[in-house]
């Protein structure tokens, strides 16, 4: 029997289970509220379930950006 699902693709967007700062959340794995939350990822505190911070990130080829003039070499 075939089956009538595309195969799961990383980049499609879709749902995605996130932790969002100033909500209440719940885990889903054991479905409580207390969590540890880090820089990137929040980790329930009973189950050890991890998710990712679901808020703006800055990541990629412009994270930095000069305000100088062009060709003018940085000081260092």
Known sequence: MQS????????????RL???????????GCDRSHWLVGRM???CAY???????????????GLFRSQGKPGVPLAA
């Open 4 to 15: 009538d699902t595309l195969p799961f693709t990383a980049g499609t967007p879709g749902y």
């Open 18 to 28: 996130a932790y969002h700062l100033g909500e209440d959340n719940h885990c889903p």
């Open 41 to 43: 990822t929040a980790e």
């Open 47 to 61: 189950c050890g379930t991890a998710l990712p911070i679901g808020v703006g990130r800055t990541a990629g080829g």
